[in-house]
Every structure is written in C-alpha cells, then in structure tokens.
C-alpha cells in the first residue's frame, strides 16, 4: 500500500544482534498490526496497537505507536534464528480498509 | 473454532477461464478482505466488507468480483482468469466496529493461471 510505508525492505543481522523495522503513515492509523510471516505460509499475528504512545512486548519483540499514531516500530531484540522471515505491517485507515505496507525480509545470520 | 477458512488451497487455471475462491468465518466477524500476495510487494488489498449486503474495492480490484450474502461467507470471483492474476490470496476478518482485534487470516489460495 502507498498509505503504508515500511522500512527497510530486508535487513540481515547478526544473532544475538538487535533491529529495527518501521512503519509510516501519512494518515492517522486506527489499529496498527504487525504480522510475521515464514516464506509461502501464512500470517501469524504478532502485536496489535491502538492507542497513541502504546507500546507492547512479547518475549523479545518490542512495538511502539507514536503520539500522533502516524509511525510504529518493532524492535526485536537478541535476534535468533527463529526471527527470520518477513514481517508486515497493516493499518486500519477507516472502516473495515486494513492494509498492508510491503514487508521486510528479516534474515538472521550465524 | 475453526477460525477463517479458505479453499482451495491450490488452483491452477487457463486464461479465461473462471472460478470462484471460498473464504468462510465463523467468529461472526463484521469486517472481511482479499488480499493478493505478490513477491516484494506485500498484501495488496483487493476488495473488503464491512458487513452483510456490503462491499468496497480496495487497491486492485479490477478483475476480481466480491459479493457479502451472509456474516460468514465471503467468496471471491475471478471473472477471467489472466497471468498477471498468478498470486497467493488471503483472505482475513476482523470484529468491526466494537473494537479492534487481531486480524484472523486464512492459510492462503496459491493460484497459478496459464
């Protein structure tokens, strides 16, 4: 979606080393999604935001909302192999419209 | 609960040829998408319904009809199948206007067209 820009488009770290990936809009965003995804299966639900300044963790994956609820993070940290993959971000721009930005690749080196 | 179902899983179609992909929920979810997944280019929203009787087209509709008789169902129709419409599909739902919540999806159509 050109609504939703997302950055980088693939990024490969180090184990143990920690990333970043971001997502902007020009739109205020109300829901903020942030799905993973392994190569040619479906999506699993990571982290849902809703509300400007929220934040949530699960185990080592960290997202954010700004204020404005315009930009989010997802911030992993320690990465390990089982991070890898490609991970989205989607918003809900008005009633029921969620779309997606169009990914980061994630790859995790030894 | 089986969540958001999606069949075929696998189709393989001559151009012009038409067919129909099923999406079905059974979380009385308001709010339905189809998506087409294409390498580098992430979920592309193709048509979306926030209720029974009513659609609206997303990003890339052409080519693709959507119709929303009941809460549950939610096909997508091909009407002339063209290569370009190679793809994954996906299809999701979501509760709607009483609060947002994950956005459950299906485990995908992979579609080739020849």
């Known amino acids: 979606s050109q609504e939703l820009e997302q950055s980088p488009q693939s990024l490969i770290v180090q184990e143990g080393k920690n990333l970043t990936i971001n997502c902007t809009s020009s739109k205020t965003l109300y829901g903020l999604y942030w799905y993973k995804q392994k190569y040619g299966e479906g999506l699993i639900f990571l982290m849902m935001l809703q509300k400007g300044g929220e934040e949530k963790s699960h185990e080592k994956i960290t997202a954010k909302l700004d204020e404005k609820k315009q930009q989010s993070s997802l911030h992993i940290t320690a990465s390990q192999p089982s991070h890898a993959g490609i991970y989205l971000c989607?918003?809900?721009?008005?009633?029921?419209?969620?779309?997606f930005g169009a990914g980061t690749q994630v790859v995790v080196t030894p | 609960n089986a969540g958001v179902t999606q069949t075929p899983k696998f189709q393989v179609l001559k151009t012009g040829q038409s067919m129909t992909l099923q999406c079905a929920q059974d979380?009385?979810?308001?709010?339905m998408s189809w998506y087409r997944q294409d390498p580098g280019m992430g979920l592309r929203l193709i048509h979306y319904?926030?209720?029974?009787?009513?659609?609206d087209q997303g990003e890339v509709p052409n080519g693709y009809n959507v119709s929303r008789s009941t809460t549950e169902d939610f096909p997508l129709r091909l009407l002339s199948a063209a290569p370009s419409q190679t793809s994954v599909y996906f299809c999701?739902?979501?509760?709607?206007?009483?609060?947002?919540?994950?956005?459950?999806f299906g485990q995908g159509t992979r579609l080739t067209v020849v």
């Open positions: 319904s926030v209720g029974a009787g009513i659609t």
């Open positions: 979380m009385n979810h308001e709010y």
């Open positions: 989607g918003a809900d721009f008005r009633w029921g419209k969620l779309q």
């Open positions: 999701a739902s979501t509760t709607g206007p009483h609060g947002y919540t994950e956005a459950f």
